[in-house]
C-alpha cells in the first residue's frame, strides 16, 4: 500500500500539499473549494491587527517563469477575518492561520488570537519582502526571529510554524533562531524580492517599484534553502516556492521538506493543482518502491536523514 498522508507537529494530512497563503484564501468560502480540490491542508491569507489597503495596482506582474507581486499585505483585520476562518474549518482539512505584525508584541497577541479562532497551528509571516516594517524586515535577523518565535509560544499552546525569508545570507541560521525560540517548524521560502521595469515608459511596472518573486523560476532557491535548513535544524521544514508538479514536491521532499506549500502554481492553473501534484507524487512513490512519504524525507542528504 502506498500512503500519501503525512503527519506534522500533530496535523494529520491527507497528502502532503497545502494551499499556501495569499492565494485563493480571502474567503472562507475559496479556502473550502481548494480543500475540496484536494489540498491536504490550507493556510489562510496573512492577517494583522488592523484592516489595510496594500499597495497601489499594478501590484501584480506576470513574468515568463514567474510572478512578481507587491500586494502590500492586504487584509481586513484579523477581527473581520475571523468569521472566514470559521467558514475555512468546515473543510475539515487542518487550517494554518497566518499572522503578521510589526513588534514581538503585536505578532503574540495576533497569534493568541488567531488561535482563539479554532485554527490547528499559526504561521508567523516573518518574510513578506516589500512591507515597511513588517515581515522580512523584521524576520532577517536572527535574534529577532528567535525572541519572536518565544513570544509567540507563550501565548499559545498549537504549533506555531515561522515562515522565513529567503533573502538572506543564512537562512539555516534564522531556521536555527526559529528553533531556539521554541518554533515548531519552518515554512521555507517567502518571495525573491525583484523588480521589473517597463523599456517603454522607463519606470518600474509595480507601483510599489519593489516585489517578491514567485514560481517555477525561484524552485532552484527554495529546494536549496530547505536543504539547508535540513541540515541546521530538527524540527520540520515545509516547503514552498515554485512547485506545479509531483517531481518539483519530491525535489523538495527530498531536500528535507514534510509537506510542501502551493501557490503561485494555483494562481496560474487554478485549484485542480493539488490533486494533480498529489497524483504525480503517488505515482512516483510506487514507481521508486516508497510506501511512505516520510520514507522520502531528507533523502538527498549524504546521511539520508
Ligand atoms: O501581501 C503581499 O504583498 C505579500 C506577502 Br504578505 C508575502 O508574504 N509575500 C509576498 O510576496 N507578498
Redesign the pocket.
Known amino acids: 500500500m502506498t500512503d500519501l498522508s503525512v503527519e506534522v507537529c500533530g496535523l494529520k494530512l491527507r497528502n502532503p500539499t497545502m494551499l499556501a497563503?495569499?492565494v485563493l484564501d480571502e474567503t472562507g468560502k475559496s479556502m473550502v473549494e481548494v480543500a475540496k480540490s484536494g489540498a491536504g491542508a490550507i493556510v489562510t491569507k496573512?492577517v494583522g491587527s488592523t484592516p489595510r489597503e496594500?499597495?497601489g495596482t499594478p501590484s501584480v506582474v506576470e513574468l515568463e517563469n514567474g510572478l512578481l507581486?507587491?500586494?502590500?499585505?492586504?487584509n481586513p483585520g484579523i477581527d473581520l477575518y475571523s468569521e472566514e476562518i470559521e467558514i475555512a474549518l468546515t473543510a475539515g482539512v487542518p487550517v494554518i492561520g497566518s499572522v503578521?505584525g510589526g513588534t514581538e508584541d503585536e505578532i503574540a497577541s495576533l497569534a493568541a488570537k488567531m488561535e482563539g479562532t479554532g485554527v490547528h497551528a499559526v504561521e508567523l509571516?516573518l518574510?513578506?519582502?516589500?512591507?515597511r516594517g513588517y515581515?522580512a524586515e523584521i524576520g532577517s535577523t536572527p535574534e529577532l526571529v528567535e525572541s519572536i518565535c518565544r513570544k509567540a509560544k507563550s501565548r499559545t499552546s498549537i504549533p506555531i510554524f515561522a515562515?522565513l525569508t529567503p533573502n538572506t545570507p543564512s537562512i539555516g541560521d534564522l531556521a536555527l533562531a526559529a528553533e531556539r525560540g521554541g518554533a515548531d517548524a519552518v515554512v521555507a521560502i517567502?518571495?525573491l524580492k525583484g523588480m521589473a521595469i517597463s523599456p517603454e515608459a522607463r519606470m518600474p511596472i509595480l507601483a510599489n517599484k519593489v516585489?517578491?518573486l514567485?514560481g517555477p523560476a525561484i524552485k532552484p532557491v527554495g529546494v536549496r534553502c530547505v536543504f539547508e535548513i535540513h541540515e541546521a535544524v530538527d524540527i520540520p521544514v515545509i516547503g514552498v516556492g515554485g512547485i506545479a508538479s509531483g517531481r518539483d514536491a519530491v525535489e523538495y521532499i527530498m531536500a528535507g521538506a514534510s509537506a510542501v506549500q502551493i501557490g503561485t502554481a494555483v494562481w496560474m492553473h487554478g485549484p485542480g493543482i493539488f490533486s494533480k501534484v498529489s497524483g504525480e507524487v503517488l505515482k512516483f512513490m510506487k514507481e521508486n518502491s516508497y510506501s511512505k512519504v516520510k520514507d522520502m524525507v531528507g533523502v538527498a542528504h549524504a546521511d539520508g536523514r
Open positions: 497563503s495569499g496573512s496594500g499597495h507581486n507587491a500586494m502590500g499585505l492586504p503578521f509571516n518574510s513578506c519582502p516589500h512591507a515581515g515562515k517567502n518571495t516585489g517578491g514567485s
